[in-house]
């Protein structure tokens, strides 16, 4: 169970027309797409969800080196009572193909008394005779018929093999039931001294919230139209109209482009399509890369759609838009009469992250082709989503499938598109939501994170917080918002590195405010999901300044610290080096598809429209167009930032118009901020705050004003402290900085008593900015974290020693 994706992975069709007349009602009800009583779906086997999180994590005896070794549990019932059945949960792990069971016995009994050594008892279940299958994720019940007794006991006699070599025991939960309730739950386990283990005591832990089955269908939460109360955003994200000056975010634009360009050909692409339709391939492609082209077909198209589609709202880039027309033109090809368009077959659905992982790409990224432009993308969605609202596979996508979460995402952004449906959401509230989740992340409760139950705790865990937002914003029901309200501060309270990384990943355990250093944290897909989750709180209450801090770390300190140049994107933003990744920058990982589809969308969040005015969020030389009470404003940022601090906007308008501009403050200006309009000094602002600029507008006015930059020092208090010694990590204004050179980098402060004296020690470079170098250390130097070489040995949390007096 110590398994990492990484290590994992190293073994390894309408036209635009007519839209808005989609969007009503289908003749049948999401009701009525599956059998109201979700037993009959399991009535012939009860199937067992993964178990990923610690806390729920299998029992495992030590290994053993032959099969023939004996070992025992044990459950205390307290006291004797009569028992009708014994259920075995089986271990559940995660191989190439996808989850397993393990470890359960070949051979085995179970048996009941009241003498704890069991010198005489009753038997319950004899499988010793011959060998027993693996059950893989079925849970098995072996009926009682009677037996009374104090003490359960399964003795295993024959050990299943696990690797080469290697035997062992290994089991989630035993549940003893009497009087239809499990008597077993809580108490005390005991095991034999050779091959007991540490964890008996998940054996007989509580059930999970919503049971260990794999079966969710709850129609009882599914609202009806007619009580939906839509909250509407207070502020909206352009989606055109802002074009990029020279600076970072241009860059980084046209580097995506080229990687994009460059990674793969459309064919490569198309493959997947083709194959599932029987249709020829030319030859020639090189080879699927195992595990994101096998096991996610379809994904890689998802993941071009997604970069070029963002793109080409904001540039008008030939080779890109018939790339991405081609594409589409290629899926709709494949599209079958029912309208179906995976690259996998319908009944390859629960294989690997299938159900969710990929679907949610090739959704985001019609969805992104459509808004730029592209008139087929919508209806192609249209007509598959008319299918998998209604398909019969529903009721076992959550849990059933590999990370089943992720296909919420992909529901709720389908709903809010020109061709959205209700059943789009419906389906989400009926299949997926989790009532008693919403109601712990509400509490903040960290278990709700850390400890999610049904699978891998980890920054994946944010796609669900968009859809729930998504939620929220459609039917105004105030359970979603205050779950997410308390997501929200459990992420940044608990899982957020110095510089906004998302310090959790799956598989291994990331207690509250462990910040490991070490292990795979900062993966670029969390950032990108958190990006997306803030931008909606920021919508939705455009005057909280803090959403849109969240935004421009990630944007800073991951998405164009994981980009390398057109080569390809990178997958963890590491805070200690070396600056690579093992897994690969051009083979269409998670991080690649949302990195890029980041990466695309970057002059989204440089400004906010509202009704009565434009937001402006973050600092990029930039020109934006809107519309104002029906007349077209533009306004130009002049600026390089970070580079340098000083902000231009002129403002151009056919005719005085009135507006406010509402200009952001940072929560990292290190004093308050003047603001001067046309030379003259018009308001200063608080940090953490907008100012709001109320006037009326004319040609060729201007405000400017000087972001306060500084350095910010803050200690390391995570789990990978160095003994003896002090670890901190510097930012100036938004920029996590980094040295470079040695990955345990000792910085001294020599004139000060205190490790913030260190700041003192800095001296800016003239020819480089953003560069300091350390006044007496002719050794290091800081850079801004972005720019640290790919392969580069670097640390952004530095051992900071006081010099010896």
């Keep these: 169970m110590c398994l990492t994706r990484r290590k994992f992975l190293g073994k390894t069709v309408s036209t635009g027309a007519g839209l808005t007349a989609l969007r009503v009602f289908g003749p049948s009800s999401i009701f009525a797409a599956i059998p109201d009583n979700p037993a009959n779906l399991n009535a012939k ?124 025991f290994a089991l989630s939960k035993m549940e003893v039931l009497s009087g239809g309730k499990d008597i077993a739950a809580g108490r005390p386990v005991s095991a034999d001294s050779t091959y007991g283990n540490q964890g008996l005591a998940r054996l007989t832990r509580p059930p999970r919230p919503m049971g260990e089955g794999i079966v969710t269908d709850h129609p009882q939460n599914v609202i009806p139209e007619r009580r939906w109360r839509p909250v509407a955003y207070k502020a909206s994200a352009p989606l055109k109209g802002v074009t990029l000056g020279d600076g970072l975010f ?46 996610l077909p379809g994904s890689n198209a998802g993941r071009f759609l997604m970069g070029a589609g963002n793109t080409l709202r904001w540039v008008d880039h030939p080779e890109l838009r018939r790339r991405v027309n081609e594409l589409v033109d290629g899926i709709a090809d494949c599209r079958q009469p029912n309208g179906y368009i995976m690259a996998y077959p319908e009944d390859t659905i629960f294989f690997s992250e299938r159900a969710a992982y990929t679907r949610a790409w090739l959704t985001h990224g019609l969805i992104e082709a459509g808004y730029a432009g592209n008139p087929k993308a919508f209806g192609l969605l249209r007509g598959y989503y008319d299918w998998f609202d209604r398909c019969p596979y529903l009721p076992k996508l959550l849990r059933g499938a590999a990370q089943g979460i992720q296909g919420m995402i992909a529901n709720t952004r389908m709903y809010f598109t020109p061709v959205g449906k209700p059943e789009d959401l419906q389906v989400v509230q009926r299949y997926f939501q989790e009532n ?41 029901d105030r359970r979603y918002l205050d779950g997410m309200l308390g997501a929200w501060d459990l992420y940044h309270d608990k899982w957020e590195h110095v510089g906004g990384t998302i310090a959790i990943c799956e598989f291994d355990e990331y207690p509250p405010q462990s910040y490991r250093l070490y292990s795979n944290t900062g993966e670029l897909c969390g950032n990108v999901f958190w990006v997306r989750f803030n931008q909606r709180f920021h919508l939705l209450y455009p005057d909280q300044e803090k959403y849109v801090n969240e935004i421009e770390k990630s944007v800073y300190n991951v998405a164009l610290a994981n980009q390398v140049g057109t080569k390809g994107i990178m997958y963890h933003a590491k805070l200690v080096g070396p600056k690579d990744d093992s897994v690969g920058i051009s083979i269409n990982t998670c991080c690649e598809g949302q990195g890029t589809r980041l990466l695309g969308s970057l002059p989204e969040y440089i400004y906010s429209i509202a009704p009565d005015g434009l937001y402006v969020d973050l600092f990029e030389a930039s020109t934006i167009t809107w519309s104002q009470a029906g007349q077209a404003l533009e306004l130009k940022m002049a600026t390089q930032f970070p580079f340098h601090p000083e902000v231009q906007l002129h403002l151009s308008a056919a005719q005085p118009i009135p507006a406010k501009i509402r200009v952001r403050v940072p929560i990292w200006a290190a004093q308050d901020m003047p603001i001067e309009v046309n030379g003259t000094l018009a308001t200063t602002g608080k940090p953490g705050t907008y100012v709001t600029l109320d006037r009326t507008w004319s040609q060729g006015d201007t405000i400017t004003f000087r972001l306060p930059m500084d350095f910010k020092l803050t200690r390391y208090t995570g789990v990978d402290k160095i003994a003896d010694h002090e670890r901190y990590a510097l930012e100036y204004g938004p920029v996590l900085l980094a040295i470079i050179g040695a990955a345990d980098a000792r910085l001294v402060v020599r004139n000060g008593q205190r490790p913030e004296d260190l700041v003192k020690q800095l001296k800016p470079k003239t020819a480089q900015p953003l560069h300091f170098t350390i006044d007496g250390d002719t050794v290091h130097e800081y850079i801004p974290y972005w720019e640290v070489p790919y392969k580069q040995s670097f640390t952004c949390y530095p051992i900071v020693d006081l010099a010896a007096a």
Excluded at 56 to 71: L, M, N, S
Aim: glycine share 6%; charged share 30%.
């Design 250 to 295: 241009k860059t980084a634009l046209e580097n995506n482009i080229g990687y994009l360009l460059d990674s793969f050909t459309l064919d490569e692409l198309l493959r997947p399509f083709r194959e599932r339709a029987g249709k020829p391939n030319p030859a020639g492609l090189r080879e699927p890369v195992k595990f994101w082209d096998t096991h």
């Design 45 to 168: 086997e009860e199937r067992m969800a993964f178990t990923p999180a610690t806390a729920y994590r299998p029992y495992e005896t030590k290994p053993a080196d032959r099969a023939g070794e004996i070992t025992w549990v044990q459950v205390d019932l307290g006291s004797s009572q009569p028992i009708e059945a014994v259920k075995l949960f089986p271990a559940l792990e995660l191989d190439w193909d996808g989850v397993r069971g393990y470890g359960f016995p070949v051979r085995f009994k179970i048996e009941a008394s009241d003498d704890p050594r069991f010198k005489t008892a009753d038997s319950i279940a004899d499988l010793t005779s011959t060998d027993g299958p693996n059950p893989d994720d079925k849970i098995t019940q072996y009926p009682a018929r009677g037996v009374k007794g104090r003490y359960v006991r399964l003795t295993v006699t024959q050990l299943r093999l696990r690797k080469p070599k290697v035997y062992d």
């Design 436 to 476: 008693y989740w919403l109601e712990e992340l509400a509490k903040h409760e960290e278990r709700a994170v850390w400890q999610y139950p049904y699978d891998r705790p980890h920054c994946y865990l944010i796609t669900d917080f968009e859809a729930y937002l998504d939620l929220y914003r459609a039917t105004g």
